[in-house]
Nanobody, 122 residues
Framework: QVQLVESGGGLVQAGGSLTLSCAASGTIVSISAMGWYRQAPGKQRELVAGVTSGGVTNYADFVKGRFTISRDNAKNTVTLQMNSLKPEDAAVYYC????????????????WGQGTQVTVSS
């Protein structure tokens, strides 16, 4: 069974930095893309950033210039470097990945991590 495990969340003051990491493990044939979503209390889950296996990145407008996503394909990991954090960035951050789990099918399934809490104090 595929598992996504996040780490790196915590409490920081506004203007501070955090680095989130996510590692995928289990029956993995291929990972086409990995990314980060977040969900604040009373809000819907939203895309923060994503990266394909080829290194193509996509950022939400509210994090451009502040966050950087990177991926290590060999280790099946993705990281999110978050700088200049704002109170509005406080949320549970979820790792997401599109993963092929069987050699019998080229279908990629979406998997989610358990989430890691990011709290930003003002």
């Amino acid at each position: 069974q595929v598992q996504l495990v996040e780490s790196g969340g915590g409490l920081v003051q506004a203007g501070g930095s955090l680095t989130l990491s996510c590692a995928a493990s289990g029956t993995i044939v291929s990972i086409s893309a990995m990314g980060w979503y977040r969900q604040a209390p009373g809000k819907q889950r939203e895309l923060v950033a994503g990266v394909t296996s080829g290194g193509v990145t996509n950022y939400a407008d509210f994090v451009k210039g502040r966050f950087t996503i990177s991926r290590d394909n060999a280790k099946n990991t993705v990281t999110l470097q978050m700088n200049s954090l704002k109170p509005e960035d406080a949320a549970v951050y979820y790792c997401n990945a599109a993963i092929q789990t069987s050699v019998w099918s080229e279908t990629y399934f979406r998997y989610w991590g358990q989430g890691t809490q990011v709290t930003v104090s003002s």
